[in-house]
């Protein structure tokens, strides 16, 4: 099976693609797209037509990472084989996406990565070393204090540390050192180890520096011993877990930390004193608030059937062939089985067979595609992709109307398709309380455990604005997120580092992220604006989208966030009456 070509039936490239969407480092391998590209070798004028398609909204990044692969097959031929493919993924660090492919394709999974032969793990080997010939360990870590303090606690035999490489230089010039097993700390490891081997002592080098090159220059010398200290979680005591835990509690809802935290970010929470707490960015709650109502959007007419002049394609779910049929009248009906084995999809109405056919479908057209269910009389959007011009032209009339608490249990409830985490639209004419709605939501989604972030977007487009001089627009938006988050004293890289990781990685806490006041930007503010929610909407798998807008604004949000949205109930008499008397009563 190692010679699948990519882009054969047995290896299509929906189907890969499709695999690598699903696998837990999507968002980080569409973030390192153009380094697959370099790497697949494609010609640089390849790169640069991607890039200018993905600044301008044309292609998103699964599409992109679909033509990379598709325009590899083209220039390789019948060398681009899903061995080699496997092979740049692990090549640019992302493992568990070549094991997603594996696995899928049938060619197994690697559960165990050997090290060289060179490498022994972490100090715990140290008995290892003591009971070996070898001269000189050097142990590579990321934290030197960390190791050292590690090497204390594992080792049964005494130890003396010298804190740098000259201090051990002036023990009595080296051959009086300690008879105990000598531990130093180092930063230039080349400069002393030809010394250090002339010791009949044993000496361990901890150096916080790339060992790549020592590992080439003294491959062939027998008396040096080679380590990298891993530092894990499960290795960390439970008190000091606990202690981690109590002051970071955006980890608290992670089901593996062992898998979650490690390198560099784990030696950052272990030398990091400070609380990573989360600050209340809720406005004061108001004594005369009245309780809104909203009416949704997402019921459709019949008449999308008899439309003119649209392309966009309609999945059906909850009928059956016939049913179909009979509503597209004259039109031809298909199902996602027929239309996906063809080159092309040449039916705009068709049976959704599966659920993963949704994406399919979408990855062989240019055009919108929705995905309807039929229940009860009436059709119900599910899903959509692309732009919703010609279906908010066909919203039902007669639309269902929440409470607020009825209104989120149906935003949090469990559907045909999983909506959870879906963008939520709410919009409304000027001065009839988008914000303080949109903060009382906050209140009871907090109440209910989630992490809630509020944003004024006026605000925030005017500190993205500072922050992108000096980091892109994903890293610039996590920045100032977290300055909101945790507050301008908390804001530490750890922390800022720690969300991006929540956010991007699905585990843990789920962030309900509210931004309030679309309507209020300055027009030349809109397309950042919009950027930045259709990115944060694709790569966030922990964080929901929350934004209102005025009336007019909202066709426009809905096509960027490729949702509909939800209106705003006006007061009847009764609720102005309460209103009123809560108001003055104050």
Request: with cysteine; proline share 3%; glycine share 4%.
């Amino acid at each position: 099976m190692d010679g699948l070509q990519v882009g054969s039936k047995e290896c299509s490239f929906v189907d890969i693609c499709d695999t690598l969407g699903k696998c837990s480092s999507a968002a980080i391998l569409y973030e390192k797209w153009k380094e697959l590209a370099r790497q697949l070798n494609l010609p640089p004028v390849v790169i640069l037509r991607l890039e200018k398609r993905l600044s301008a909204d044309i292609i998103d990044e699964p599409e992109a990472i679909y033509q990379i692969i598709y325009n590899w097959r083209s220039i390789s031929s019948y060398e681009a084989t899903l061995h080699k493919l496997i092979g740049v993924f692990e090549h640019i660090k992302l493992r568990d996406a070549a094991d997603e492919l594996r696995q899928a394709f049938g060619l197994g999974v690697i559960t165990k990565r050997v090290r060289p032969q060179k490498y022994i793990h972490g100090p715990e080997q140290l008995c290892n070393f003591l009971s070996s010939d070898k001269i000189v360990l050097i142990l590579s870590t990321l934290d030197s204090k960390i190791t050292c303090d590690r090497i204390q606690d594992t080792s049964k035999t005494p130890l003396t540390f010298f804190p740098c490489e000259n201090s051990l230089n002036k023990a009595s010039n080296l051959h009086h050192a300690s008879d105990n097993v000598n531990v130093c700390v180092t930063s230039n490891c080349a400069s002393i180890i030809s010394q250090l081997l002339k010791l009949t002592k044993k000496t361990v080098l901890v150096t916080e520096e790339n060992i790549n090159d020592l590992l080439k220059d003294f491959k062939n010398e027998k008396n040096i011993y080679f380590s990298t200290d891993i530092i894990k979680w499960s290795e960390l005591s439970q008190t000091f877990q606990q202690q981690i835990l109590q002051r970071c509690e955006l980890l608290n809802k992670v089901e593996s930390l062992e898998s979650f935290i490690n390198g560099r970010l784990l030696v950052d929470l272990i030398n990091d004193p400070f609380q990573v707490k989360l600050k209340d960015s809720l406005p004061p709650k108001l004594l005369y608030y009245i309780p809104r109502r909203l009416k949704t959007r997402f019921l459709i007419s019949p008449e999308i059937f008899t439309e003119r002049g649209s392309n966009d394609i309609y999945l059906f779910t909850g009928l059956e062939r016939f049913e179909l049929t009979a509503f597209a009248q004259e039109n031809p009906t298909d199902t996602s089985r027929n239309q996906l084995a063809q080159r092309n999809i040449s039916s705009r109405f068709i049976l959704l067979e599966m659920k993963r056919d949704f994406e399919k479908i979408c990855s062989k057209t240019k055009h919108g595609v929705h995905w309807l269910h039929y229940d009860e009389g009436q059709f119900t959007l599910l899903k959509s992709k692309g732009n919703l011009s010609s279906l908010q032209d066909h919203v039902d009339k007669h639309q269902k109307e929440f409470t607020e608490d009825d209104f989120l249990s149906h935003i949090n409830s469990q559907s045909i398709i999983d909506k959870s985490l879906a963008p939520v639209c709410i919009s409304d004419s000027p001065g009839m309380g988008k914000s303080i709605l949109l903060a009382n939501i906050g209140r009871k989604l907090k109440e209910t455990g989630q992490s809630v972030i509020f944003v004024v977007i006026e605000e925030f487009i005017t500190k993205l604005k500072t922050a992108l001089q000096e980091n892109n627009v994903m890293d610039a938006m996590i920045r100032v997120l977290g300055s909101i988050t945790f507050g301008h004293e908390n804001n530490s890289k750890l922390s800022t580092a720690l969300l991006k990781l929540l956010l991007l990685s699905g585990e843990g806490k789920k962030f309900e992220l509210l931004f309030d006041g679309l309507d209020e930007l300055n027009p030349k503010d809109f397309e950042l604006a919009y950027k930045c929610l259709k990115l944060m909407a694709k790569t966030f798998k922990s964080g929901r989208l929350w934004v209102t807008t005025r009336l007019h604004l909202l066709a426009e949000l809905e096509n960027n966030l490729e949702v509909l949205g939800y209106n705003i109930t006006p007061f009847d008499e009764e609720d102005q009456v309460n209103f009123f008397v809560s108001y003055w009563s104050q």
